[in-house]
């Protein structure tokens, strides 16, 4: 380390105390003003749930068409019915496919009727090949949906419709589920909040007045609000568990490399990636398993799905928070309690000694991950490019002005993130240049293997200590779900979420229940690589010991 980078770490260590002082007194401020503006706006609640359909897992009404005990089209029907109700006041539909998912269910009823009637059709046989026959879904705009928008939120492919599905939406319907219609989205995708200038803004189930969360937050608002039973989105930097938290649902993202994504991106079509990942958003924990065993195909023998975990004899740690509390907000009161009784639970219940520990790399958590998408995404077109959708470039001070006068195509924290590119770019050129002047050339592969090592490091320390039966209790974020714009004035509390797709651990968002105020409390739990199922088994614990998730909705 030279002299300079240590005077400056050193500066920076000496400063902690007084920085974290200040990032308090912003965040109090931050806090007072959204609620003093928010304030006089009523908060709406949701029409009452009338049809129990509504609220039955998908495993379940899949199993009940099976049986005949209801009908496909039974199902069809009372999510249309709820979608039409919910979606005004929520606003995460991008576009329905309701008349073609009835036609879908009448032929799977016909199916079913006529098979079992000559024998030609096993229940067994069913619930082996088609495990979700008749039960509906819906999926993010992000992933393509034939015959459905593929936008991605942006204004200049506000016209363009997909050509064909996503392999995870061609496996979804493989396995018998209809699909609704395809759901709202961040722009591009590249935000924790669902809002664009082709579909607006969506709502969050438990409090309109706030966020969902993004960018996966149209499904995490209609799946809360009993609008679809199965939900698939991608998560890149928290895009499933972060709307599952704000949500109060069960996110899970699958270890990186298991699930494909082609088909779930705009501009870049890989099969996989060291980074997204795409998984299910559930109201129940029960569907998890299942889900992610049809999105993994092949690659779920990877995962031991099937394998029971000894609850009794997992290793437990907890972290309260990342550390830093100055680049993200200290953690809210009452989520620190949610996670202190969870631990509670597991001493209790199973008689684990829960271990308190610090992986001192997480206070470096949105450094490691910039690097890391650094390195997966370098080459890809600049953000300017990809907000032109790839032909050529938006004029940047051109779409600044129109923002300020009301004319905007893109949205602010986009606009934000242009910004911040143009004046990393800047540093980077005038680095060169300077090095380049005074004989000292930088070699681009010396700082790669930096940060390569950076991330690897922090990967095999924490896989060192989790194992292949160990779990990591962690924050899904450091505050409750914040109201509309909040998300501009703490850009950086995605870390939170944002760190594990960096380092490839699978992690499951479980809800605990609701504050005072009546919004989700949650908490991640992250398992050593490719044991998705233990993460998975204990949401489903947890979910017995707090109840999981909470309609927002009264149930009549």
């Known amino acids: 380390m030279g002299l300079v980078s240590w005077t400056l770490l050193t500066a920076w260590e000496v400063s902690r105390p007084m920085l974290r002082l200040f990032r308090s007194g912003y965040d109090i401020s931050v806090s007072l003003l959204f609620m003093m503006f928010m304030s006089w706006r009523r908060r709406t609640s949701l029409p009452p749930v009338f049809n129990p359909i509504l609220l039955q897992s998908a495993t379940e009404l899949a199993r009940n ?32 496919n309701f008349q073609a998912a009835l036609m879908q269910a009448r032929k799977v009823d016909e199916t079913l009727e006529k098979g079992y009637r000559d024998g030609t059709l096993l229940k067994e046989d069913v619930e082996k090949n088609q495990p979700f026959l008749g039960v509906p879904f819906t999926v993010k705009e992000f992933i393509a949906l034939k015959g459905h928008p593929h ?26 589920s209809i699909p609704l219609g395809n759901t709202n989205v961040s722009e591009l995708g590249m935000w924790w909040e669902s809002n664009n200038y082709v579909y607006g803004r969506t709502n969050n189930p438990y409090d309109p007045r706030r966020t969902p969360g993004g960018s996966s937050g149209g499904e995490a608002a209609l799946m809360s609000a009993c609008g679809s039973p199965i939900s698939i ?7 499933i568990r972060i709307p599952a938290f704000f949500s109060g649902l069960f996110g899970h993202k699958p270890t990186n490399g298991v699930v494909p994504l082609t088909g779930c991106n705009i501009h870049r079509d890989v099969d996989y990636d060291d980074i997204q990942v795409a998984g299910p958003l559930t109201r129940h924990a029960c569907d998890l398993a299942p889900l992610l065993n049809i999105l993994a195909g092949d690659n779920v023998s990877k995962l031991s799905l099937e394998k029971k975990v000894n609850l009794g004899r997992l290793n437990v740690y907890t972290m309260e928070s990342d550390g830093d509390e100055i680049l993200t907000t200290a953690i809210c009161p009452e989520l620190l309690q949610a996670q202190r009784s969870v631990v ?4 209790k219940t199973h008689d684990t000694d829960v271990k308190k520990i610090n992986i001192p790399g997480m206070r470096w958590s949105f450094q490691v991950t910039q690097n890391k998408m650094e390195e997966e995404y370098n080459g890809d077109p600049s953000l300017t490019q ?8 938006i004029d940047f001070y051109k779409e600044m002005r129109k923002s300020l006068t009301g004319r905007a195509r893109h949205t602010v924290p986009l606009l934000a993130q242009v910004a911040f590119e143009k004046v990393i770019g800047k540093l980077n050129f005038l680095r060169e240049q300077k090095n380049a002047l005074r004989g000292r050339k930088q070699l681009k592969r010396s700082k790669s293997v930096e940060e390569d090592t950076q991330w690897k490091t922090m990967r095999l320390q924490i896989q060192r200590v989790l194992g292949d039966d160990g779990i990591l209790v962690y924050p899904s974020h450091p505050t409750l779900a914040p109201y509309h714009r909040e998300p501009v004035f703490r850009p950086l509390n995605y870390t939170y979420t944002a760190i594990f797709n960096a380092l490839g651990f699978p992690v499951t968002q479980v809800p605990l229940g609701l504050s005072e105020n009546g919004l989700p409390l949650g908490v991640q739990v992250v398992a050593g690589m490719h044991q998705d199922h233990i993460s998975i088994a204990v949401a489903a614990d947890l979910e017995k010991a707090f109840g999981g998730w909470v309609c927002p909705a009264k149930v009549m």
């Open 344 to 347: 509670q639970h597991f001493c």
């Open 386 to 393: 990809q907000l032109a959708d790839n032909k050529g470039e």
């Open 65 to 96: 068409i099976r049986d005949r005990k209801v009908t496909s089209v039974e199902v069809v029907r009372a999510y249309i019915t709820r979608l039409s109700e919910v979606n005004p006041l929520l606003n995460g539909l991008a576009q329905e």
């Open 233 to 239: 989105c991608t998560d890149t930097g928290g895009s």
């Open 151 to 176: 936008s991605a939120g942006l204004v200049a492919r506000s016209g363009v419709v997909a050509r064909s599905d996503a392999e995870v939406v061609t496996r979804v319907k493989k396995a018998g």
